[in-house]
């Protein structure tokens, strides 16, 4: 792996270890909150990551290089399909219920739920449970704090 992508990884929150399960830290809950404005950017990075060019990988989601960098740029909206995003995400690698992967799709639908999740959200007590834990104001680190109690 180059040193450029070992210092993207590091800047963004990515283990260099196993590239796509970004640690729960300060540093990727910042990748996070600047994801949400700028999924180009994670795109990129996460392309340069994975050890991706971008013509190679604009030929491997068959994209013209253009228009992939243009993404990237920032200056034209991500791909509006969630079937697209899909495959953008699985050549990326990026693991079904990982962190990195909710992150690829919240940034790219900010205040949309992950494609697995959507379901999810018709069950009444899941409501109930996502608004009792925005009542009470819960931190990150409180929510996972609950996650590691119902995971005993």
């Known amino acids: 792996m180059s040193e450029e992508c070992i210092h993207l990884a590091q800047r963004y929150g990515f283990n260099p270890s196993d590239l796509f399960d ?30 991706y ?3 190679e990988f604009a030929n491997l989601i068959s994209e013209h290089p253009s228009n992939l960098s243009a993404i990237e740029s920032g200056s034209r909206s991500p791909w509006g399909s969630q079937k697209r995003l899909l495959s953008v995400a699985d050549t990326l690698g990026l693991r079904q219920g990982s962190y990195s992967r909710d992150i690829f799709f919240t940034s790219a639908f900010p205040g949309s739920l992950p494609p697995d999740l959507v379901s999810v ?3 009444p007590s ?13 931190s990150d680190k409180d929510v996972i704090k609950v996650i590691e109690s119902l995971s005993r």
Request: aromatic content about 6%; hydrophobic content about 40%; glycine content about 6%.
């Open 53 to 55: 060019g971008l013509r």
């Open 121 to 123: 959200t018709t069950a």
């Open 126 to 138: 899941i409501l109930r449970l996502l608004r009792c834990i925005r009542d009470l104001k819960y």
């Open 22 to 51: 970004l640690v729960k830290d300060r540093e990727s809950q910042d990748m996070y909150r600047v994801s949400l404005k700028s999924f180009g950017s994670l795109l990129k990075s996460l392309r340069l990551v994975a050890g």
